[in-house]
């Protein structure tokens, strides 16, 4: 027995490991690894390649502990089930010691994933009791009755399904599979470093700030103390060719160099690297290489082999109580990894002398596996089949714990704990709640005060899975038709999703925000339910069937030997005379928005209530935008139409579907187009109604809007920035409110009956100035360009034409004031400059009124829009994939964008319930890089505003087109007179 003992320690750490993964029958071992801590307190993986001799110092006082050591960023990799298990057993430790943080919905999602799969389906009693008796994360008390609630959306679920949600949530968090070391960069500034599967990372506190792609690094070394990242020339790259990083010490710097090294290998290699070749007379640097199968290899391995599984099932423990057996023969105490999650001595006790068998595996004695080996019932029976666990010591944690006395037949104390597995069914449910763009999750924690980023900066998403390389990027590239047809087709997809998911936010959030109150009448409820529900259900089967085209179209399936598939005018054909019959409900828009408007002005509950829910993320876009989307969604078939009829010839196999389909829409479009511009024109009223304070009756049917926008007024105390709204009856001008509800305070009105407008530049010394007088006063103001000038007098003076042939009344009733006079110069304080700074960081900290609306922008970026160009704005809708690149940043990130109401929205994808940040277009230019900004891509374009400078890669020159010219219609907003066509070319 002792020379067996002394032969293990012999042995290389790879002889130890593959002992502990034949007793588990864990055939993906090579993600894990055993952990234990060196003699200087050090936390290290057992080298495969060394003896375990030179490694243990003290092998009879040294535990190694089983856990992650290579986290892929998809679970869907992890082929076998045991995997899966013993991955989710990390995840409950992680969020157990709190290294894997998270908002409160995320973690209470996850635990209620964790106690679905130790005590079944929910029951309340139960499940609060087992809550109250078991701690799964860090100030649990006040999320349980959030955990309650997902666990009770949870029925049906096989505790196997449950560790496959848990991963599904935990590999999309910030902190999932991220182990700090701490450090410092040249400044002294703390910092950790980390390594991921795409390359090392740089955090500050748990945010990542920083990310060097393993394509951007040469070469990794360490000198001392100092960790030194070496790049590849990159002139478009702001850094320097060699970073170098401070840490603790030079073994601390080893320590980490050696895991980056295996995961680069681990993660970009195609087999294991061979070993160098000895030098002869001296060596230099360290030998340590990756040992051990590659992902890919172990992928292909899995794939391919005959081998036989035992048959690895699991139940539901149903644990209610913390109950304690004898203790674990350990000198620390490890909890939270069993199969229940419940602290490891808690295990049913049939079973606890297998238990006892399993968990300790010792480097001394060999036989012990071998005993456990033999014993098939402990590898059938119950909670005992296979075993292996995830654990860490309690030094690790920071914490310190009353100790275990040791087991009276303990032996040596080397040992690998190892715990239990479950079976995951092939049908693996889907979660009710998840998270980045799954239901029912909160992403606050992409901000410090929960709130959305500023839409002036749009954040740089920190995940990891975002990024991607040029060579993907090319290799994704070259899977893909490059038909001219087949992106026109693919941008019907895509704007199709962000359409669904538009009218998701009236089917379901806004119904169950608002339908289920008792203030919200029947007659609403009714109006809603008909008009949309029908909608969605038939435009939900058409996405499907766009999907499953161009999927077809794409060459992923073996479908294009059956026939051509190649075309998308058929699947439009069908489905517009599916939605013939539906058009009642496309006529019903206005009477939903009228219903609507006439509910909130009887209820204040109501009105408070429809206010909150446009509060919601989920509401990116003002309520009414949502409503009208139908109407809009008719013009956006027209035009993907008319570009797919333009571009195929005649005698194309989809050239007579496309144009009897265009046919078929533009009959639709032409009868709803009076009614659509009526009700457009009434939903920017409500909007503007909104934003004003002093106005008592701004809706009135014969009032139409006409432009909105920034002057600066003339007045004893100079030039003061105002806002000015111009209808066809009348002028409002306002200032902004320094209240929380961000709204504008009206200060005056001038009505059009009888008003005159002259240039006064030359007068007042004041450039771009002119002067309106009306009957009762004269206002002098200027703008901000000469543009801007041309745009307001044009406008001004065409509804001042108007007005003498109206028959409608021109009376504005304002609230508040004791004449039309400008009444500032006696109520109104100059704005100082703390002020004007507070008014410009609106955006950022947005209050209870909504601070990002048209007028906001409008104001901040001291510019005007038209109705016209709110028009043109809605036929220019787009969604898709964009690669996006800051002007300081190293490489590209992948981000789902929409363009919508003159902003850019950015989701991490198109399945994302809400944006994670928006970026308002007015006052931004729109163009192409110079050869000087060395930005050697195609189709990349460039967006910039003052010092904020964004470049964005769309696919193909057709993508790269359209979405100059959405862009250009919000950055370069057209005058009064002008109606451009949303078709037309914009040169560059």
Known sequence: MQSENYSLQKASGKVLFDLVCSHMNLVEGDYFGLEFQNHQKMMVWLDHIKPIMKQLRRPKHTTLMFAVKFFPPDHAQLLEELTRYLFALQIKQDISCGRLTSNDTSSALMVSHIIQSEIGDFEESQCRSHLLNNNYIQDQMPLIDKIMEFHSKNIGQTPAVSDYQLLEVARRLEMYGIRLHPAKDREGTRLSLSVAHTGVLVLQGHTKINAFNWSKVRKLSFKRKRFLIKLRPDLNSSYQDTLEFMMGSRDCCKVFWKICVEYHAFFRLFEEPKPKPK?????????????????????????????????????????????????????????????????????????????????????????????????PSLQRNGHEDRAGSVSRTEERRGSSRQAHQDHPNTGPATRAV?????????????????????????????????????????????????????????????????????????????????????????????????????????????????TFEPLHKFHTGFLREVEQRLALWE????????????????????????????????????????????????????????????????????????????????????????????????????????????????????????????????????????????????????????????????????????????????ILYTSRGMTATNQFKVHGQMLLNGMTIRESEDEWGVPHAFTLVGQQQSVVVAASSLMEKEKWMEDIQ?????????????????????????????????????????????????????GNTMVHVCWHRNTSVSMVDFSVAVENQLSGNLLRKFKNSNGWQKLWVVFT????????????????????????????????????????????????????????EYTFERWMEVIRSATVPTGGARVPNSKESHPL
């Open 279 to 375: 030098p002869v007379l001296f060596t230099r640097g360290s030998s340590f290489r990756f040992s051990g199968r590659t992902q890919k290899q172990v992928i292909d391995y899995v794939r391919e082999s005959e081998f036989k599984k035992i048959p690895f099932e699991r139940k539901h423990s149903r644990v209610q109580q913390n109950i304690r057996l004898s203790p674990l023969p350990s000198p620390r105490h490890h909890e939270g990894l069993t199969e229940s999650g419940a602290p490891r001595d808690r295990v049913d006790s049939p079973s606890r002398s297998h238990w006892k068998e399993s968990a300790l595996v010792s480097a001394e004695d060999p036989s012990a596996l071998r005993t456990t080996r033999a014993s």
């Open 555 to 730: 060459g992923r399936s073996n479908a294009h030997i059956k026939g051509d598939y190649q075309r998308i005018g058929d699947v439009m054909y069908k489905n517009l005379q599916g939605l013939k019959p539906l058009t009642a409900n496309l006529h019903k828009q206005s009477e939903v928005l009228l219903e609507l408007e006439k509910a909130t002005r009887g209820s204040h509950r109501l009105e408070g209530l429809c206010r909150d829910f446009e509060l919601q993320k989920v509401c990116y876009v003002p309520l009414n935008v949502f409503i009208l989307r139908p109407l809009h969604r008719l013009s956006h078939y027209k035009q993907i139409l008319e570009r797919l009829c333009k571009h195929y010839p005649a005698t194309h196999v989809d050239f007579r579907d496309c144009r009897a389909a265009l046919a078929d829409v533009s009959e639709v479009v032409e009868q709803l187009q009076g009614s659509l511009n009526k009700m457009e024109n009434f939903q920017k009223l409500l909007e503007l109604k909104k934003d004003l304070i002093g106005v008592n009756d701004l809706v009135v049917p014969s009032r139409e809007f006409i432009r909105l926008g920034c002057l600066n007024k003339l007045s004893g105390k100079g030039l003061q920035q105002r806002m000015f709204f111009l209808f066809n009856d009348v």
């Open 418 to 530: 190892v715990c239990n597995s479950p079976h995951l069914s092939a049908s693996s449910g889907h979660s009710h709640g998840m998270v980045n763009g799954q239901k029912s999750l909160d992403l606050g924690s992409h901000s410090p005060n929960g709130g959305l980023p500023s839409p002036l900066t749009s954040p740089l998403l920190n995940d990891a899975g975002s990024i991607r390389t040029d060579d993907e990027d090319e290799v994704q590239r070259k899977r893909f038709p490059t038909d001219r047809a087949y992106f026109i087709a693919k941008e019907l997809l895509t704007t199709e999703r962000t359409y669904v998911k538009d009218l998701e936010v009236v089917t379901v959030s806004f119904q169950s925000a608002v339908g289920q109150d008792e203030a919200t009448p029947e007659s609403l409820k009714n109006t809603v339910l008909s």
């Open 798 to 850: 065409m509804a001042i034409d108007t007005s003498k042939t109206s028959n409608g009344t021109s009376e504005l009733l304002i609230c508040n004031l004791i004449d039309n006079k400008c009444p500032e110069d006696s109520s109104l304080e100059a704005e100082s400059e703390d002020d004007i700074t507070a008014l410009h960081t609106a955006l950022e900290k947005p209050g209870p009124h909504r």
């Open 901 to 956: 109401n003159f902003s850019l929205f950015f989701y991490k994808s198109h399945q994302d319930d809400y944006p994670l940040a928006s970026l308002p277009l007015l006052g931004y230019s729109v163009t192409v890089p110079k050869d000087s900004e060395n930005i050697h891509k195609d189709y990349v374009f460039k967006l910039h505003f003052k010092s904020h400078v964004y470049y964005f890669r769309s696919e193909s």
